[in-house]
């Protein structure tokens, strides 16, 4: 694009007046494309489409007052190497009969060819750029409309799965991006021309990530834009010039979509950071709840798991700050059954992010949630009559679906953070796992003031049934390889009930899991480590009954063992 810009630089006061008509109507029809952003990426995205349609509206002067080779003749030269899009254009020609104009629209809908083999295609015909660009775009998005809504069905779902897998596969910089960096990243994506890309895969990719509409759409377009900018300039300025204009994005890319995640997560803290006297509490009430957005919900357990567990991403638009450790109330919709006439009860759920969200911009909190349902022997099958209503309701829930949320609750649970050398044992059953994501993003995957001074270790215990039930194991991983810049790391051990077994051959539960590092465990409360357990409050019998058999064969009173833990505030429980 600097290429360009340079060229038409030079030749700009010579341009008619009415190529000002184009410039207002391309803008014309950006700006509800604009207004279709969310609100956090709308600073990225005015840069992105301004430069956009700076871009087309160069090529559209340059079209007209640059020399323009004879493609009729190139057309003529090159009919023995003609490449896949020329291809499909002649077949479709000759299958149809349909006029030129047609067939470019038709081959720019095409996945694989798109607008970046139809540009190159419709100058090929001898159709000037100014005709050209606009049907490629117009093609190119044609099918990407009933696409997104087609992937609603579960049906089209499962026909698309091997595409969806591979759109996976191919957008780790979307996938990867911050939330808030999400809009950007997709239309870099989609506008960069590479093998890969595209606006096809950019939609399955939208799609994965339960990307609003809009959003999607409006990003999506943009990267059509970009990428026709970039194609039209390759095929008017030839390598040199499309190579230039390549590097230009992805340059501009990197900066914005890399670059944004190297900001610190400083804006959220108490002064010094680890006072615990401001922490928020009960901002919301249940006769006031505040009304949040969903922003996706995603299963994050495998197919062998033993139920099913989703990770959802609600946007409090930073109306409920909250801390690590702390509690989020749900009031699922419809009417308490047992009291009619008045709402259902508020469901309280351990917030399983950071204070800064995932997107880590202060505006979402995630929710951990496992969809609870009833088995019945008589049917032999789930009653949905005895189902868990608020489970069920944020499970199903869709982006843009509104969640009633009180809260935030709770103080026992919170990290402490004055000594950064403190060590913290986080023993979890399940969705028990929830704030400890939030500590240990905190710690190991944020830049923040915790981070840049923990020195302990953070030891996570998670039971779950199998290693499909398994929780965020990618995210422990990387944070195992990154331990902080003052020497604090993360240690973890998983209790697989079906997959292992304890000492005495009997299947391996959490106590069990913790008994084996009972003597480490032990010294590490003595010498001022915290425990915490989160979890079904039937882990907790079997966590006591381990701990005192422990105490009985070291000689240590159990009960005032477990008092001076409380007094010194090392030990935490929440279950539920």
Same mark, same amino acid.
């Not at 890319?253 to 615990?276: N, S, V």
């Not at 604090?488 to 292992?500: F, I, N, P």
């Given at each position: 694009?600097?290429?360009?810009?340079?060229?038409?630089?030079?030749?700009?006061?010579?341009?008619?007046?009415?190529?000002?008509?184009?410039?207002?109507? /391309?803008?014309? *029809?950006?700006?509800?494309?604009?207004?279709? #952003?969310?609100?956090?990426?709308?600073?990225?995205?005015?840069?992105?489409?301004?430069?956009?349609?700076?871009?087309?509206?160069?090529?559209?002067?340059?079209?007209?007052?640059?020399?323009?080779?004879?493609?009729?003749?190139?057309?003529?030269?090159?009919?023995?190497?003609?490449?896949?899009?020329?291809?499909?254009?002649?077949?479709?020609?000759?299958?149809? !009969?349909?006029?030129?104009?047609?067939?470019?629209?038709i081959i720019s809908a095409l996945p694989i060819v798109e607008l970046r083999?139809?540009?190159?295609?419709?100058?090929?015909?001898?159709?000037?750029?100014?005709?050209?660009?606009?049907? $490629? #775009?117009?093609? *190119?998005?044609?099918?990407?409309?009933?696409?997104?809504?087609?992937?609603?069905?579960?049906?089209?779902?499962?026909?698309?799965?091997?595409?969806?897998?591979?759109?996976?596969?191919?957008?780790?910089?979307?996938?990867?991006?911050?939330?808030?960096?999400?809009?950007?990243?997709?239309?870099?994506?989609?506008?960069?021309?590479?093998?890969?890309?595209?606006?096809?895969?950019?939609?399955?990719?939208?799609?994965?990530?339960?990307?609003?509409? %809009?959003?999607?759409?409006?990003?999506?377009?943009?990267?059509?834009? $970009?990428? &026709?900018?970039?194609?039209?300039?390759?095929?008017?300025?030839?390598?040199? !010039?499309?190579?230039?204009?390549?590097?230009?994005?992805?340059?501009?890319?990197?900066?914005?979509?890399?670059?944004?995640?190297?900001?610190?997560?400083?804006?959220?803290?108490?002064?010094?950071?680890?006072?615990?006297?401001? +922490?928020?509490? *009960?901002?919301?009430?249940?006769?006031?709840?505040?009304?949040?957005? +969903?922003?996706?919900?995603?299963?994050?357990?495998?197919?062998?798991?033993?139920?099913?567990?989703?990770?959802?991403?609600?946007?409090?638009?930073?109306?409920?700050?909250?801390?690590?450790?702390?509690?989020?109330?749900?009031?699922?919709?419809?009417?308490?059954?047992?009291?009619?006439?008045?709402? *259902?009860?508020?469901?309280?759920?351990?917030?399983?992010?950071?204070?800064?969200? @995932?997107?880590?911009?202060?505006?979402?909190?995630?929710?951990?949630?496992?969809?609870?349902?009833?088995? =019945?022997?008589?049917?032999?099958?789930?009653?949905?009559?005895?189902? &868990?209503? =608020?489970?069920?309701?944020?499970?199903?829930?869709?982006?843009?679906?509104? +969640?009633?949320?009180?809260?935030?609750?709770?103080?026992? %649970?919170?990290?402490?953070?004055?000594?950064?050398?403190?060590?913290?044992?986080? +023993?979890?059953?399940?969705?028990?796992?929830?704030?400890?994501?939030?500590?240990?993003?905190?710690?190991?995957?944020?830049?923040?003031?915790?981070?840049?001074?923990?020195?302990?270790?953070?030891?996570?215990f998670l039971g779950v049934a199998n290693s499909d039930a398994l929780l965020?194991?990618?995210?422990?991983?990387?944070?195992?390889?990154?331990?902080?810049?003052?020497?604090?790391?993360?240690?973890?051990?998983?209790? /697989?009930?079906?997959?292992?077994?304890?000492?005495?051959?009997?299947? %391996?539960?959490?106590?069990?899991?913790?008994?084996?590092?009972? @003597?480490?465990?032990?010294?590490?409360? @003595?010498?001022?480590?915290?425990?915490?357990? =989160?979890?079904?409050? !039937?882990?907790?019998?079997?966590?006591? @009954?381990?701990?005192?058999?422990?105490?009985?064969?070291?000689?240590?009173?159990?009960?005032?063992?477990?008092?001076?833990?409380?007094?010194?505030?090392?030990?935490?429980?929440?279950?539920?």
């Open positions: 694009k600097a290429l360009l810009f340079l060229t038409i630089a030079s030749v700009s006061a010579f341009a008619p007046t009415q190529m000002t008509m184009p410039a207002q109507s /391309l803008r014309s *029809n950006v700006t509800p494309l604009y207004a279709a #952003v969310p609100e956090s990426s709308k600073p990225e995205a005015r840069s992105f489409l301004n430069k956009v349609v700076k871009s087309t509206l160069s090529l559209s002067l340059a079209s007209t007052l640059l020399p323009t080779p004879s493609f009729a003749a190139a057309k003529a030269a090159a009919e023995p190497t003609l490449h896949l899009g020329q291809k499909i254009a002649n077949k479709v020609s000759g299958a149809t !009969g349909f006029p030129d104009k047609i067939v470019l629209a083999g139809a540009i190159p295609v419709g100058l090929w015909m001898d159709i000037p750029l100014k005709t050209v660009f606009p049907i $490629s #775009v117009l093609g *190119n998005m044609l099918p990407i409309i009933p696409l997104m809504f087609l992937l609603k069905s579960e049906a089209v779902q499962k026909v698309f799965k091997p595409l969806l897998d591979r759109a996976e596969s191919k957008a780790g910089s979307i996938i990867n991006a911050p939330q808030d960096k999400q809009w950007a990243a997709l239309a870099a994506f989609v506008g960069i021309p590479l093998p890969g890309t595209g606006a096809w895969t950019g939609a399955l990719a939208a799609f994965i990530l339960g990307m609003p509409l %809009m959003s999607s759409l409006s990003a999506i377009f943009a990267g059509v834009l $970009s990428a &026709g900018a970039i194609m039209s300039a390759l095929t008017l300025s030839g390598k040199k !010039g499309g190579l230039a204009a390549l590097a230009a994005l992805v340059a501009y890319a990197a900066t914005q979509i890399i670059g944004g995640g190297e900001k610190k997560q400083d804006f959220l803290e108490a002064k010094p950071y680890w006072d615990q006297s401001t +922490v928020p509490v *009960n901002t919301y009430k249940n006769k006031a709840p505040f009304t949040g957005k +969903v922003v996706s919900t995603k299963r994050i357990v495998g197919p062998k798991a033993t139920g099913e567990t989703c990770h959802i991403i609600i946007d409090h638009q930073n109306k409920m700050p909250f801390w690590e450790g702390q509690s989020y109330g749900v009031i699922p919709p419809g009417e308490n059954p047992k009291k009619p006439g008045k709402p *259902n009860a508020v469901r309280l759920y351990s917030i399983a992010s950071s204070r800064y969200g @995932d997107d880590m911009t202060g505006n979402t909190a995630s929710l951990c949630v496992r969809r609870a349902t009833y088995w =019945c022997p008589e049917l032999k099958a789930e009653d949905p009559a005895k189902k &868990g209503v =608020c489970s069920n309701f944020l499970c199903d829930t869709t982006p843009g679906d509104e +969640v009633a949320m009180t809260g935030p609750s709770g103080k026992v %649970m919170l990290m402490p953070e004055e000594n950064p050398k403190t060590d913290l044992i986080m +023993v979890a059953t399940g969705t028990g796992i929830a704030p400890y994501r939030g500590f240990i993003r905190r710690l190991f995957n944020e830049k923040t003031p915790a981070a840049e001074v923990y020195q302990g270790e953070a030891w996570l965020y194991d990618d995210e422990w991983q990387e944070a195992i390889a990154n331990p902080t810049p003052a020497g604090g790391k993360l240690r973890v051990d998983y209790a /697989l009930s079906r997959e292992m077994e304890n000492k005495k051959g009997g299947k %391996m539960y959490i106590q069990d899991k913790v008994e084996e590092y009972a @003597d480490e465990v032990f010294n590490k409360l @003595d010498s001022g480590a915290h425990i915490y357990f =989160c979890g079904l409050k !039937g882990m907790m019998p079997g966590i006591q @009954d381990m701990l005192k058999e422990v105490c009985n064969s070291k000689g240590i009173d159990y009960d005032e063992w477990l008092d001076g833990l409380k007094k010194n505030k090392q030990w935490h429980v929440e279950v539920y």
